[in-house]
């Protein structure tokens, strides 16, 4: 059986501060995925990665993927406040594409 | 315009009644999902429809049925509420290219749905 797993689950870092979020899968997986979820509000859809090595970037967030090691990151660069929120990576293969979310990260930047 | 609709946003109800969700996408996607998000904020897929034919059940209880009409809706209906279904539930829609096209699933708002 598939399983996502993310650490931390929690993460409070000063502004300006850089860290990572960690996401490990236990089987293959065609997809890795990174959604944004405010509270109370739908999932916003960051990054997709499809092969080894992969690495995107938008604004202060960089997400990169390891399938030998089933492992990709979402790294934080000189956290601003806005960047308050949760994150999921979810895991898909292709012909069967149901997301297998992780944990969730929920992020809080202090001033 | 939104992309996928869901509603109700909110729906308050007692133990032991039928209700239904209703999801709408406006992106020509061919593959429609309905996602269960718990208390503690955990996704789990229940089901998907591709051209309104059903591809993935998980495990859940057969009080949910879920019906898509046409590819662009999909409706959840739920049978005999328990307080166990109180949950946010994500209407979801993407669109299956290849093996390696992204498969971006597009969310819907959300029902938060509490049964008392």
């Known amino acids: 059986e598939l399983k996502v797993e993310q650490n931390p689950l929690f993460l409070s870092m000063q502004e300006g501060k850089n860290y990572t979020i960690y996401c490990n899968y236990s089987?293959?997986?065609?997809?890795l995925y990174w959604y944004r979820q405010d509270p109370g509000k739908s999932l916003e859809s960051l990054f997709v990665?499809?092969?080894?090595?992969a690495v995107k970037q938008e604004g202060r967030l960089m997400a990169s993927l390891d399938t030998k090691a089933r492992l990709s990151t979402l790294h934080i660069t000189a956290a601003v406040h806005d960047l308050s929120a949760t994150y999921f990576c979810?895991?898909?293969?292709?012909?069967?594409?149901?997301?297998?979310f992780g944990t969730g990260t929920r992020l809080t930047i202090i001033p | 315009d939104t992309a996928v609709s869901q509603t109700p946003k909110y729906l308050v109800t007692q133990m032991g009644n039928d209700k239904s969700i209703k999801c709408e996408q406006n992106?020509?996607?061919?593959?429609m999902y309905w996602y269960k998000q718990d208390s503690k904020k955990f996704l789990k897929i229940m089901f998907s429809?591709?051209?309104?034919?059903?591809?993935i059940n998980e495990t859940v209880p057969n009080r949910f049925s879920p019906k898509s009409p046409d590819k662009a809706h999909l409706n959840l209906h739920i049978n005999s509420l328990e307080l166990g279904d109180s949950a946010v539930y994500f209407c979801?829609?993407?669109?299956?290219?290849?093996?390696?096209?992204?498969?971006?699933?597009?969310f819907g708002p959300g029902t938060r749905l509490t049964v008392l």
């Open positions: 429809y591709n051209n309104k034919e059903l591809i």
């Open positions: 979810a895991v898909a293969n292709f012909g069967n594409e149901k997301l297998t």
């Open positions: 990665l499809l092969s080894n090595g």
């Open positions: 992106l020509g996607h061919d593959t």
């Open positions: 089987t293959t997986s065609d997809r």
């Open positions: 979801a829609s993407s669109q299956e290219t290849a093996r390696t096209s992204e498969n971006e699933q597009f």
